[in-house]
């Protein structure tokens, strides 16, 4: 296959060595395309094998046996690196290193084993679908190679050389004697020409089964694939009119057309020469001596030249075909020639060529609904006539071309989830695209996605979970959710995914037990402690209706997490939330508790203006008040006043100075964007959407932006003293 140009030769992900683009195709030459010579490079759709345990089940890096098929112990060296593949599956090099290792030493239990767990987690490799047929092949099982080759065709359908690989084996090993086998290879050959033939780089396949037809003395169904081959789109669409032209000249038109066309052919010629003849007649009678009779001409006969007037009728119909179909290549080819790694591989993308495949589905996608609603929009003004003209042609193309454009979207999906399969956001274009036509094809694609090549990242993982959630089955989201945090341990999203999904299932004590477990879980890690110790408070106290055990999990987080200020604000918010009556108390006393702990200035006053203000607002005796006020007052003083001038003088003290606020963003647990003022810490704002990095975020500060503000004015407990200017005395 052809490598980008100017990359030296390397092994590529599919287990061949990657060509200079000269090399990639010997009828590369032949091509006239419109702008600029391309090289061909094929790639393949995915439906990829799906084991029941998924593809990371450890029962299936089970080493081999010492002795199987008869083919003696082991290689020194395999069990070693048989290991190193299964402490890293998904390490490329360490798989490659085995096979490698195995292919030297020619062990087929070993090449088996390693070629059949590796394809497990890489199988749109098709070059080691390929070593794996012949492997078996050389070993004399033909049915086992037949049966691999299928496998692999299951998981890279768009692969030309894989099913050209496929025909050639069964072309060596079927009796063609046998009267079942040409069918049988036809039917391949259908099969391939269905699942592959739209790719823009399927030329190969489409010249085999023409000169396979022909071998098979078949002219007409020749010409039949010719004509299909015609109206596809693809780097070698001139060679293929030109295949045609020299199929038609070198064969009577009776045997390289179909009867019906053929029929309706002859009929319109022989037409058209009687025509011919009558004029000559009434000329050559005007000149013809007195007395002398006409030549007679047999009537029923096919003369050559009438031959050769089919022959300019048939080419004169495919010349608009041709000259079409160059038009729909000519849109595609700067599309095609910005693609320069078609194939799968673990190396990562550039931006050029991701956004390479963006374009060219944006374009594509953009095509499909142009041409739709072409097909279906009435004419502005037409008379009866033109409409009843009309009416046929446009009822076929509503028929026909949604449909085909469908299903031409849908290669060029799968040709590029090939080369991106490693990226979530190709995955979630090619969902969205697949929901509003089949949830079965939804989930199939989120299978695809998350068993084979995005095991580990969590975006797609969620959207699937979210999907079956939304169409009622929640065993299947249940089941997704426990997956992904086996697969990435300690992401806190995941967790609260589950028991958020719980909750809205009515399953309320399950809720409770997922955050009580992370709680538990969490005790080595005293900032995602405090970020679920949250969590369960509010659940408990919001839902639950349990304040005592509510204010018990903040309590026992304080105690491992005393310098947390987020666990003194929720608790604080606990307590101002419940009856004012009863709450005095405890809203002073976590006030001076916060007040005792090893916070910042900015954090201790803001605690304490809301004590002030939770007992100007609900104590009963001014006594109370004044003395709260007073201890308000000493604290200004020990922390160097910065409130107390904002309180007696002109300054807006709703409007923090910059030093304080670049203060408490800098002392804050994580960076975040400020919320709307005056949001309550129990309702959160919305999640944003994930950065495609999130899934190396493990811990409480990847989410700060979700449940934690920088600055407590956030939640509402900005000093607005303002109010009682002079209703306490200066101080």
Not at 22 to 33: K, R, Y
Not at 172 to 186: A, K, Y
Not at 366 to 375: E, I, K, V
Not at 627 to 647: D, F, I, N, P, W
């Amino acid at each position: 296959m052809a490598a980008a140009e100017g990359r030296e030769e390397e092994m590529s992900g599919n287990g061949e060595p990657e060509e200079s683009p000269g090399s990639a195709m010997e009828t590369s030459e032949d091509s006239a395309p419109p702008p600029a010579e391309m090289t061909e490079e094929n790639g393949g759709g995915t439906v990829a094998l799906e084991p029941p345990d998924g593809p990371d089940n450890p029962a299936s890096f089970a080493a081999p046996a010492a002795t199987e098929d008869g083919d003696g112990e082991l290689p020194a060296d395999f069990e070693r690196l048989w290991k190193a593949a299964h402490d890293s599956p998904r390490d490329f090099t360490s798989w490659t290193d085995l096979l490698q290792y195995c292919e030297q030493e020619t062990h087929i239990t070993s090449s088996r084993r390693a070629l059949g767990a590796f394809l497990q987690r890489y199988p749109l490799c098709y070059g080691y679908w390929k070593k794996f047929v012949d492997l078996e092949r050389r070993a004399g099982n033909n049915d086992r190679a037949e049966e691999v080759c299928i496998e692999g065709l299951q998981a890279i359908p768009l692969s030309v050389d894989l099913w050209i690989h496929y025909i050639n084996l069964l072309l060596g090993t079927l009796d063609m004697n046998l009267p079942e086998s040409p069918s049988r290879i036809r039917g391949v050959f259908e099969d391939a020409v269905v699942a592959a033939g739209l790719d823009f780089h399927s030329d190969r396949l489409w010249d085999l089964y023409v000169e396979w037809e022909k071998e098979q003395g078949n002219m007409k169904n020749a010409t039949t694939v010719l004509d299909r081959v015609l109206k596809v789109p693809t780097q070698l669409y001139n060679t293929h009119y030109d295949k045609f032209k020299q199929h038609l000249n070198g064969h009577e038109p009776k045997e390289a057309l179909c009867p019906e066309e053929y029929e309706e052919l002859r009929a319109l010629c022989r037409q058209s020469q009687k025509a011919e003849r009558a004029e000559q007649a009434q000329e050559a009678e005007e000149e013809r001596p007195p007395g002398e009779e006409e030549p007679a001409t047999p009537e029923g006969t096919d003369t050559e030249d009438l031959m050769q007037k089919i022959r300019e009728q048939v080419q004169l119909r495919r010349d608009k075909i041709y000259q079409d179909n160059e038009g729909e290549v000519r849109k595609r080819w700067h599309f095609e020639e910005a693609i320069k790694r078609p194939y799968f591989h673990v190396k990562p993308l550039d931006r050029l060529q991701l956004r390479a495949w963006h374009t060219y589905l944006d374009w594509e996608l953009a095509q499909l609904h142009t041409d739709t609603r072409d097909s279906t929009q009435e004419p502005t003004q037409a008379t009866p006539e033109e409409s009843e003209a009309a009416a046929r042609p446009r009822k076929a193309s509503q028929e026909a071309a949604v449909p085909r454009d469908d299903h031409r979207i849908r290669i060029l999906f799968e040709r590029c989830l090939i080369a991106c399969a490693l990226y979530e956001e190709f995955w979630t274009r090619y969902v969205q695209y697949l929901e509003v036509q089949s949830v079965d094809e939804v989930r199939a694609a989120y299978r695809r996605a998350c068993r084979i090549h995005l095991p580990s990242k969590p975006n797609i993982h969620m959207q699937w979970a979210t999907f079956e959630e939304r169409n009622g089955d929640l065993t299947e989201a249940r089941r997704v959710l426990e997956v992904l945090e086996k697969n990435v341990p300690g992401l806190a999203i995941v967790r609260l995914r589950r028991a958020a999904l719980e909750r809205r299932a009515g399953q309320l004590d399950q809720s409770e037990a997922l955050l009580t477990e992370a709680v538990a879980e969490s005790k080595e890690r005293p900032t995602l402690h405090a970020f679920f110790s949250i969590k369960l408070a509010r659940l408990l106290l919001k839902l639950g209706r349990d304040r005592s055990r509510a204010r018990r999990v903040l309590q026992d987080a304080l105690e491992i997490s005393p310098e947390n200020d987020k666990l003194y604000m929720n608790l604080l918010e606990l307590e101002v939330s419940g009856d004012p009556r009863a709450s005095a108390e405890a809203v002073q006393e976590c006030v001076t508790r916060a007040l005792a702990a090893p916070l910042t200035s900015h954090a201790k006053i803001l605690f304490s203006e809301r004590g002030l203000q939770f007992a100007e607002d609900y104590n009963n005796s001014i006594q109370s008040v004044l003395s709260v006020y007073e201890e308000h007052q000493k604290l200004l003083k020990e922390l160097g006043g910065t409130k107390r001038e904002a309180e007696n003088g002109d300054e807006d003290p709703e409007k923090p100075s910059k030093s304080e606020e670049s203060s408490a963003v800098a002392e804050s647990a994580t960076e975040a964007t400020p919320a709307t003022p005056h949001v309550p810490i129990t309702t959160p704002p919305p999640p944003p959407v994930m950065a495609a990095d999130v899934s190396a975020q493990t811990g409480y500060a990847g989410y700060s932006s979700w449940y934690q503000q920088p600055q407590y004015g956030s939640y509402g407990y900005q000093s607005s003293w303002n109010y009682n200017q002079g209703y306490y005395p200066p101080s």
